[in-house]
């Protein structure tokens, strides 16, 4: 609501001037419902809570055009013409998928809209994958783990030899500046930085002074630390490890992640886990950790899997309350015979595991490991946040 709200105040009303009636072309009129939640308003409600104009033309109002587009082609459309115009005004709050449709979002400096926030074509990261991302979790208002996060950040452009364009406490403030502006409580901040728009597409770097193009933005998650599915864990298929062999640096490559992702959903389960020469590398988006014999194992840190900054963590509290820990790959088949299956990652934190393809692990249900690493997880990051 807050985005929303502010983004409606600042507006104001389409000016007067304009020609006569026109007629917009169909796939340009972005649909709303005709019936509340919008509601038509004499022209003079425009400001503060309405986001809408609509072109009445003396009938029922079905063309309505979003607030933040009433130009047309950089100008303003002839049909907004002010004796036309009616406000709508919002008189239920916005849905989530509406919220997100009105986030302010970072781009190279400004806040902006995010339906104002144009990237070139011939941006790096557009046409070659040339960009490496975060993304942080939040909980309370505040970031968890950022100096981790940065870390892991600088550590992925200097890979790709990305200049840095801003220091930590620039990307700090964008962050919290980010979350107060779209009243994020519980969520998530993507920060993603490519090597900037080469004016053309060419395998060839563009000149070393071409700055580097950063973008970030939020996601509301309300309760985002109470997920349901902590309660039943989530079931995994397996799958080939078929990306490049450079895992370790978060670059937003992830087509075949995001491929493995959906033939999971195929095969109704959560999501995958990835094998390489018959041992587990990691999950499509999260490292992964079996149970056995009361020690938690995980692959070792290398090029093959993504150093999760939640991995890190994890291991140190297991660390701390004196749980084993083994850091060495694992197979397939000792995974579905372990006591305990569970994933980590910023979004998901601890995650159970209770099924890998067709096998049940331990007794299907989450394990309590899982759990009290979650546990102690949670309580020590909300402790550090920032
Ligand atoms: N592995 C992969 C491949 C990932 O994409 C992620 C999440 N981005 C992780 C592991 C977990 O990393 P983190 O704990 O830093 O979110």
Redesign the pocket.
């Known amino acids: 609501m807050p985005a929303f709200a502010a983004g409606a105040a600042n507006e104001q009303a389409p000016a007067a001037g304009g020609s006569g009636p026109v007629s917009l072309p169909p796939e340009r009129v972005p649909r709303l419902p005709r019936a509340p939640p919008w509601e038509c308003l004499p022209r003079d409600h425009i400001g503060r809570g309405v986001d809408h104009f609509c072109l009445t033309g003396g009938q029922a109002v079905n063309l309505c055009i979003p607030k933040m587009r009433d130009t047309w082609n950089g100008e303003r459309h002839p049909a907004l013409d002010a004796s036309r115009v009616v406000a709508h005004h919002r008189v239920t709050p916005p849905s989530a998928h509406e919220a997100a449709m009105t986030r302010t979002v970072y781009l190279n400096g400004d806040y902006i809209p995010e339906t104002e926030a144009k990237v070139s074509i011939f941006d790096r990261g557009f046409v070659m994958g040339d960009a490496i991302?975060?993304?942080t979790?939040v909980l309370d208002g505040k970031l968890i783990?950022f100096p981790?996060?940065m870390a892991?950040l600088k550590r992925s452009l200097g890979e790709f030899s990305i200049r840095n364009p801003l220091d930590d406490d620039a990307y700090l403030a964008a962050h919290r500046k980010l979350l107060e502006l779209n009243g994020i409580t519980d969520g998530m901040v993507y920060l993603q930085i490519s090597r900037g728009n080469g004016g053309d597409r060419d395998f060839v770097f563009p000149p070393e002074d071409t700055p580097p193009t950063v973008v970030m933005f939020t996601w509301n998650k309300p309760g985002m630390a109470d997920n349901p599915l902590t309660q039943t864990g989530i079931r995994v298929i397996t799958l080939p490890d078929i990306?490049w062999k450079r895992?370790d640096i978060?670059s937003v490559m992830?087509a075949y992640?995001s491929m493995a992702k959906m033939q999971a959903k195929a095969a109704g389960r959560d999501d995958a886990w990835?094998v390489e020469d018959g041992f587990v590398t990691?999950?499509?988006?999260?490292?992964a950790y079996i149970v056995a014999n009361g020690t938690i194992v995980t692959r070792a840190l290398s090029h093959d899997?993504?150093?999760?900054?939640?991995?890190?963590?994890v291991l140190r509290f297991a660390d701390e309350a004196q749980m084993k820990v083994e850091e060495r790959n694992f197979t397939v088949a000792e995974a579905q015979a372990a006591d305990e299956a569970f994933?980590?990652?910023?979004?998901?934190f601890v995650m159970p595991v209770v099924q890998i393809d067709d096998a049940e692990i331990g007794t299907g249900k989450p394990g309590p490991v899982a759990a009290r690493l979650r546990e102690i997880y949670l309580e020590e990051s909300r402790k550090s946040a920032i």
Request: charged share 25%; proline share 3%.
């Open positions: 991302y975060e993304v979790a783990d981790g996060h892991r990306r895992r978060k992830l992640p990835l990691e999950g499509t988006s999260n490292n899997i993504l150093h999760g900054i939640t991995r890190a963590a994933i980590t990652s910023s979004s998901m």
